[in-house]
């Protein structure tokens, strides 16, 4: 209990709500003041809850549920605290792989992600991707930033099964889910595979798309402006051929009909 009787969460279920608010912050491009405000919290209560500092307490995170409008204390979440408990806290669940935070650290870090550009023809695309250790879920996450098309800014769990060889960056938002599955890192560290996701087009269609994809690391990539890269822009030629070697050197197939 808290004080005056204030209820509050448990240590774990403080870091998994606190895993959501965070996500949901950066989904939708929001500041912690801002969302404080909504939610008729101060934002020392906020920023000490986020950081660890104070577990939530039940009147706050109702607050912060009426807010967002989502449920922070539904089945999911309690499933994926679950499974934190039940593997360790260096052990990612089952049905991510079992990895071990050791074990995956070397994928932990900034890339530059490119992809073809879903609104133009010919042209690439190009945003930030952090991939990192998240405590509250015992498992990495990932964020993407660096979008021109804010609104459709992803986040979400990363899968390490060892069976496949591969990487799975997974988004699920009620339901609605995007898949990346990129091979091992090369020699070089960048990460090749496909992108399956749905395109908006006019008024609410959406289209399900496949594209390749490739993340580089940050620092391997050098100076990189994000959004957009037409044909004659200065990092058009070196993304393409990294994009070309998806297909080329057979990471991915895309088979036609």
Do not use: C
Request: proline share 5%.
């Amino acid at each position: 209990m808290g004080e005056m009787g204030e209820h509050v969460l448990s240590a774990a279920d403080s870091r998994a709500v606190a895993l959501v608010v965070r996500e949901e912050i950066a989904r939708r491009r929001i500041t912690r003041l801002a969302l404080a405000d909504q939610a008729r919290i101060s934002l020392s209560t906020l920023e000490k809850a986020l950081s660890g500092r104070r577990p939530f307490t039940l009147a706050t995170t109702i607050r912060l549920e009426d807010a967002l409008g989502i449920n922070l204390r539904n089945g999911h979440l309690t499933s994926t605290v679950t499974a934190a408990r039940a593997y360790g806290p260096d052990t990612a669940p089952e049905d991510l792989g079992s990895y071990s935070r050791a074990g995956v650290s070397w994928i932990e870090g900034p890339y530059v992600t490119v992809r073809p550009s879903f609104g133009e023809p010919d042209a690439l695309y190009a945003y930030q991707t952090m991939i990192a250790w998240d405590e509250g879920t015992s498992s990495l996450v990932f964020h993407e930033a660096g979008r021109i098309d804010a609104d459709f800014t992803q986040n979400g769990s990363v899968s390490v099964p060892h069976q496949s060889g591969h990487i799975y960056l997974i988004t699920n938002r009620h339901g609605q889910f995007r898949l990346i599955i990129v091979a091992r890192p090369t020699i070089t560290g960048e990460m090749h595979g496909i992108l399956a996701t749905l395109q908006a087009g006019r008024g609410a269609q959406l289209t399900p798309i496949a594209a390749p994809i490739v993340l580089v690391p940050a620092a391997k990539a050098g100076p990189v402006e994000f959004g957009r890269i037409p044909p004659l822009h200065r990092d058009f030629a070196r993304f393409r051929k990294l994009l070309r070697r998806t297909i080329d050197d057979q990471f991915a197939r895309l088979l036609g009909v």
